[in-house]
């Protein structure tokens, strides 16, 4: 099982980009009052509960941290959205996805294409 830690600074965004040069890091932007990213979430969390891939699992509430979420589609160049779920590895996004195409087992997928 992967822990699930939120961000809540842009101190802590940086952190997240420095630990992806140790491991693989899965960032999930979640809107706390849509339906649509309330089910990714559950899918998000599915995966990680279930997963034993030495990777670390974080989430961004969009509403409530908007500064943050903005600046991860600053970092990452790609147009925000939510739900919206990056696989990050030395400090480059590997993958990324958003709505209903986050699935455990795209994620799964993912993280094999990427090793």
């Known amino acids: 099982m992967i822990e699930l830690e939120e961000l809540q600074s842009n101190e802590e965004l940086e952190q997240v980009w420095e630990k992806s040069q140790q491991k693989p890091v899965l960032l999930f932007k979640h809107s706390t009052t849509c339906p649509i990213s309330a089910g990714a ?8 509960e279930s997963s034993d891939n030495n990777l670390d699992g974080y989430i961004v509430k969009v509403i409530e941290s908007k500064d943050i979420s903005n600046q991860i589609a600053v970092e990452t160049n790609v147009k925000h959205e939510s739900p919206q779920i990056f696989l990050i590895k030395n400090k480059e996004v590997l993958w990324h996805t958003s709505h209903s195409k986050i699935t455990a087992d795209s994620i799964t997928r993912e993280l094999k294409n990427a090793e």
């Open 41 to 48: 979430f559950e899918q998000y969390q599915s995966f990680l």
